[in-house]
């Protein structure tokens, strides 16, 4: 199972680079792996390959979070069955996929540690996100401005402050996936 969604992740998203590419659109404000699922596909990639339980609680709360937020409200320009669409709702609902096999099959806890762990790592990577933001003009983590695309960003208030909102829904939703473990495996 591990090699399935490992190869499933890895050959989606290097399809999507080559796609990219090929039809000259490969531009790194906003191709760099720096939005949140793009980080969480990549930390799944790790945890599958070492099954580390560091990776294991950032993946569990930002990769459940931010998948379930993308699969919700897609900033996409596509439809289905174009190539892109389905490599984006793939890879996404394989993030989600990962973390629930190592909670439920793997028997990885989920703790309160790993919620401030994985809350610290999206605030250090927003920030590098920040900076690739201001260096290459791009919207990585839309910390620069709201998608183009309706969003929940857009009831969050207008730029910058809809940031602080987004902190404080990521902790309640960090939350909410933590509570059906709290005190131990349910």
Request: with cysteine; net charge positive.
């Amino acid at each position: 199972m591990k090699v399935i969604m490992f190869s499933g992740l890895f050959i989606l998203e290097l399809f999507y680079h080559i796609w990219l590419y090929s039809g000259k659109a490969w531009e790194i404000s906003f191709t760099l792996p720096l939005q949140l699922c793009s980080i969480s596909l990549l930390l799944c990639l790790g945890l599958l390959a070492t099954d580390s339980k560091l990776l294991f609680q950032i993946v569990y709360f930002l990769g459940i979070a931010g998948a379930i937020q993308a699969l919700l409200t897609p900033d996409l320009f596509v439809g289905f069955p174009h190539f892109r669409f389905l490599q984006f709702f793939i890879t996404h609902m394989l993030i989600i996929w990962v973390a629930l096999f190592y909670a439920i099959v793997k028997g990885f806890r989920i703790t309160g540690k790993g919620l401030w762990s994985a809350f610290a790592f999206l605030n250090l990577a927003a920030g590098v996100a920040f900076l690739a933001n201001v260096i290459t003009g791009g919207n990585y983590m839309f910390l620069a401005r709201k998608p183009s695309n309706p969003s929940l960003l857009d009831y969050l208030g207008p730029y910058p402050y809809y940031i602080l909102v987004l902190e404080c829904l990521a902790l309640l939703l960090f939350w909410l996936i933590y509570l059906p473990w709290r005190g131990g495996r349910k």
